[in-house]
């Protein structure tokens, strides 16, 4: 790095006009010149989450990387090779993603509104579509996320504004953030790396008292130019051939009068887990009458799911679903407390795990009361199995089945019922039977009841999604804010 800054300085003394004591003496008048910066303006502690990293069938998705230290640009900038590249959602798009990742830039953050609300629509419509695609695409570049703040977006707004104006031009102020990483869901591989605070000592001329809290290092620094991207330098065709040491002169001076953000993050890589366990909860109401009853089941998994697990609140996908599932539980068993009101039918209520990772709960939870075991309800007389999926918004109901159900069937009388009620009590809402065959050559399976009809049991799903490929059901953008724009219908009321 000296070698290479020795050499530029020469070639700029024997093609520049400026005196060598100019040259030398200016970085440090401008040290001495710069009025300092407020503590509290110059650096800033936020939190960060990385977007998931997991391996699933052998498939693997999301960043591989956690740890950055490196400085802050905007997407607007020229180079962002070895930059933390800041983006706001409201700027976003999969192309300029793809651009910081072409560029391989040090690190993304994007930083998300406070208020999920007040977004537009089309705006969290768009990112929902692309989240599916920045988890399938394997980078090596730290993703992260953050909630903004009066303070992240006065960084942004300066280093935006130094992006524009200075292009790839370099220097910093540090500021340091610390990163959550939550173990929403687990696959066979992902990271619960924890990014811990790093603090150094006041900076010079802060007494302790001074020092803003959280606690944070202020420097500003110059760099030297063999740390400054620039273009590949080629040795000169002639002595005379200047255009390169000229290209130095405005990079020294770029970066002795330059301001900027240093993002320093600290912990060690992720690892792989190996061996992780799936939490399944089961429940049943047994029916009145003989020993051979029919057995209803009714199923919902519980995880939620995004592109960063921390921010997968998951208030519809599958929040609505398992909120169903808990209602019928209550009014199935006051139901059944009474003789008159206590049906031919048992019923079985299972909240899977492992949902969003091709329902690798409920595949588990039928090998072990279909394989494993000699007396299981599953292994009677199934009616049929109800999955509950993604009903907490919107103004249609749509039954997911692999195979249409045969007239005569419990399965066909419990369609013809919901039918009938759509049409008599909720005719606001559009119900209809979607009817799509399992694709065994996909890695993962579109909707639950897939599972059971894999093993031979009559199975369907309820949700107000049309298509399992919607961007709703896997999307940080599922808040409750958002739901309460768009209430559901009291769907407990229909299926019970």
Not at 202 to 210: A, D, E, I, R, V
Not at 328 to 350: D, E, I, M, Q, V
Not at 425 to 435: A, L, W, Y
Request: charged letters at 20%.
């Amino acid at each position: 790095m000296l070698e290479e800054a020795g050499e530029v300085l020469e070639n700029m003394l024997k093609a520049s006009c400026l005196p060598l004591g100019f040259i030398v003496f200016l970085p440090a008048v401008l040290l001495l010149v710069a009025p300092p910066l407020p503590a509290a303006d110059a650096a800033h502690e936020f939190t960060v989450y990385r977007m998931q990293q997991y391996d699933l069938q052998g498939q693997p998705y999301g960043t591989r990387n956690a740890v950055l230290n490196t400085e802050a640009r905007t997407i607007d900038a020229d180079v962002l090779s070895r930059r933390c590249v800041l983006m706001r959602l409201l700027d976003f798009s999969y192309e300029r993603y793809q651009r910081a990742l072409r560029q391989s830039a040090g690190a993304v953050v994007i930083i998300l509104p406070r208020a999920m609300a007040a977004v537009p629509q089309d705006v969290i419509r768009q990112f929902m579509e692309i989240e599916p695609e920045m988890l399938a695409m394997e980078t090596i570049v730290p993703v992260y996320f953050a909630v903004e703040d009066d303070a992240l977006l006065s960084i942004y707004e300066q280093t935006q504004a130094a992006s524009t104006s200075q292009g790839s031009a370099s220097a910093a102020e540090v500021a340091e953030f610390s990163g959550c990483d939550r173990l929403a869901h687990r696959a066979e591989n992902f990271d619960s790396s924890s990014l811990q605070r790093r603090f150094a000592k006041p900076p010079s001329g802060l007494k302790s008292g001074q020092w803003p809290s959280p606690l944070w290092q202020h420097k500003r620094f110059i760099r030297s130019c063999g740390h400054t991207p620039v273009p590949e330098r080629h040795p000169p065709s002639s002595p005379s051939d200047d255009t390169s040491h000229g290209h130095h002169d405005c990079v020294l001076l770029h970066t002795a009068t330059a301001n900027g953000f240093q993002m320093v993050t600290s912990g060690v890589q992720s690892k792989a887990v190996s061996d992780w366990l799936i939490t399944s909860v089961e429940g049943r109401l047994t029916g009145l009458g003989g020993e051979d009853l029919p057995t209803i089941v009714i199923v919902a998994h519980y995880d939620a799911f995004g592109v960063a697990p921390w921010l997968s609140h998951g208030a519809d996908s599958n929040g609505s679903g398992i909120s169903v599932l808990l209602e019928l539980t209550r009014l199935f068993s006051r139901l059944y407390t009474y003789k008159r009101t206590h049906a031919a039918y048992n019923l079985l209520f299972f909240a899977s795990g492992g949902g969003k990772f091709n329902y690798q709960g409920t595949k588990r939870w039928l090998e072990d009361n279909l394989d494993h075991t000699d007396s299981s309800l599953l292994q009677d007389n199934v009616a049929f199995v109800l999955c509950l999926d993604t009903l907490g918004r919107g103004d249609s109901l749509h039954l997911h089945v692999s195979k249409p159900p045969r007239e005569g069937t419990l399965q066909h009388s419990f369609l013809r019922e919901l039918e009938t009620v759509a049409a008599h009590q909720f005719p606001e809402v559009r119900f209809s039977m979607v009817h799509k065959k399992i694709n065994l050559a996909e890695d993962i399976l579109a909707w639950e009841h897939e599972r059971f009809a894999i093993r031979r049991l009559p199975a369907f799903t309820l949700s107000h999604l049309e298509s399992h490929r919607d961007g709703q059901r896997s999307s940080i953008m599922d808040v409750r804010a958002l739901q309460q724009l768009h209430p559901q219908q009291p769907v407990e009321v229909w299926v019970s």
